[in-house]
């Protein structure tokens, strides 16, 4: 069976986007990387801004709009210091968050290379400089 986009809501409903993005928090809230670029008390908010997005994004109500006007992700996302490392990360928990919550096939095929794509918009900080050491120089 093959869906589109708008179908993703219709397909998994509020629920199925509940259980995705707490099982995501759920890892961020201890994630080593990206944990401290949430202030403590602001994670159940975000939580509750990006399942409001993605219901949105994938066919469901307009609420997040309704109460946050228009999303601007990478406006959004600019205070935030984002870089290859963090957008890695961001995938890898959110892959582990599919897979926690037995999203149907059809769902992931769309959902993925979504996150993949709008995760990698969100880089907004350059690659450190390579170092002597990582390029097999010795030093001096």
Excluded: C
């Amino acid at each position: 069976m093959s869906i589109s986009e708008s179908q993703i809501f219709s397909t998994i409903g509020q629920a199925g986007f509940t259980r995705l993005v707490a099982a995501f928090y759920r890892r961020v809230r201890t994630d080593d990387l990206l944990a401290p670029m949430y202030p403590r008390d602001e994670l159940d908010a975000a939580e509750e801004r990006l399942r409001g997005f993605l219901i949105q994004r994938f066919g469901g109500p307009f609420t997040y709009s309704e109460t946050r006007g228009h999303p601007r992700l990478r406006m959004r996302h600019a205070p935030f210091k984002i870089d290859v490392a963090a957008r890695h990360r961001w995938i890898e928990l959110m892959e582990a968050a599919m897979a926690e919550v037995q999203l149907p096939e059809e769902v992931v095929a769309i959902l993925r290379p979504y996150f993949q794509t709008t995760a990698t918009q969100m880089i907004n900080q350059d690659a450190p400089p390579p170092t002597g050491r990582s390029l097999g120089l010795s030093p001096g």
